[in-house]
């Protein structure tokens, strides 16, 4: 006997890898926005009182659930505040996934969920995406014990949301469990489910900053729901870590938040060039899906993904490529600056005619 035999076991989920040198690298594997966070956050940045940072933050993250309740149309007890939302992500399942039914979601999503699962020995079930990859609903109609639905889905970046009733449909068929619809993406184009929100005490939708506003080293996720399923999430946090949130993170998601014009100039640019990079990837004969998010999933033809991954690795321009069946065919590009993407396309002409 050993004091291992006693340890909580768990493989962990993998991030995109975060280079050390970063002047000359083209970074496209994690999808951060290319450009800065609004200058009102800059502002606020040198504006700070670093005397106040003796004083403990708001537990219940005041201002900036007023600000996210008040910019969304929600009650202030309808608005859950986290750190980035793998932090609301993970209290969500912890709280709402505790039933002998297997919890389900696709086989191609975040590689976030099964891990949260296996780490909370939560059952669960992993549904095939189709051909296209896209969910089938009847899949999601059986008995189980919750419901995780990336929207768009990552890494496809497809929405389902085109069929405005398809998540309606899979909320309204399961009652008596909690659906999660993580909206990380959502705000490059996708068709939210937050409305749903209103209609339903079962679901909860989460979304990020790390994305649209360019806040992934600042870390702040947050998510709307019932105020009886917000009080849930609220009571395990309580049980685990009051002050998740610190300070200048509040204060500078306030400051973003003030900054609708610069949100979505920046977010508008990042939809035209996904918009140009499918085309030309299509021109060089990659397959492309319609993509609602910061970033493509391209399946080249004349070399496999593998070899393209590390072909472009080498001149330093990083991409993401997982050695996983179904996608193994693909890349996941994010969507850098007009500049970046002009680079990657001058690579890959490089790379393809060799
Ligand atoms: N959901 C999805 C689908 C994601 O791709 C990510 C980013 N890795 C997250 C949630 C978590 O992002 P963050 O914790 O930075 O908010």
């Given at each position: ?9 768990v493989i962990p989920y993998v991030p995109g890898e975060q280079p050390k040198v970063t002047e000359k690298i ?329």
């Amino acid at each position: 006997m050993s004091w291992e035999d006693n340890v909580r076991r768990v493989i962990p989920y993998v991030p995109g890898e975060q280079p050390k040198v970063t002047e000359k690298i083209i970074k496209l594997n994690t999808n951060e926005m290319p450009y800065p966070p609004s200058p009102a956050v800059k502002r606020a940045l040198e504006g700070m009182d670093a005397a106040r940072l003796r004083l403990y933050p708001a537990a219940d993250v005041g201002p900036l659930r007023d600000a996210l309740a008040d910019h969304y149309g929600f009650g202030s007890d309808e608005v859950f505040v986290g750190v980035g939302s793998d932090d609301v992500l993970a209290t969500a399942f912890l709280t709402f996934f505790n039933s002998d039914r297997p919890v389900l979601f696709p086989d191609i999503t975040y590689s976030f969920y099964d891990v949260w699962a296996e780490v909370y020995r939560i059952p669960y079930e992993m549904k095939p995406l189709d051909e296209n990859f896209h969910m089938k609903k009847s899949d999601y109609m059986g008995p189980n014990g919750g419901i995780v639905i990336a929207n768009p889905n990552a890494p496809t970046g497809i929405s389902e949301m085109e069929d405005v009733e398809f998540i309606e449909d899979i909320v309204a068929a399961n009652r008596d469990s909690v659906v999660i619809v993580d909206e990380a993406y959502v705000d490059f184009g996708g068709v939210s489910a937050l409305p749903l929100v209103k209609k339903y005490d079962n679901m909860l939708v989460v979304r990020t900053f790390s994305k649209s506003r360019a806040f992934a080293g600042m870390r702040i996720g947050y998510a709307f729901g019932s105020s009886k399923l917000i009080k849930y999430l609220n009571d395990v946090k309580y049980s685990i870590n009051s002050y998740t949130m610190n300070r200048p993170a509040i204060e500078l998601g306030l400051a973003s938040l003030s900054d609708e014009a610069y949100f979505k100039e920046t977010v508008g640019k990042v939809i035209s060039t996904r918009s140009w990079t499918k085309d030309e990837l299509e021109k060089r004969g990659f397959t492309v899906t319609d993509s609602k998010t910061n970033f493509v999933f391209a399946s080249p033809s004349k070399i496999s993904a593998k070899e393209l991954f590390t072909a472009l690795k080498e001149k330093g321009i990083y991409v993401r490529w997982w050695d996983k069946d179904r996608i193994r065919d693909w890349l996941r590009i994010s969507i850098g600056t007009d500049e970046e993407m002009r680079s990657l396309m001058l690579a890959i002409d490089t790379i393809i005619c060799l």
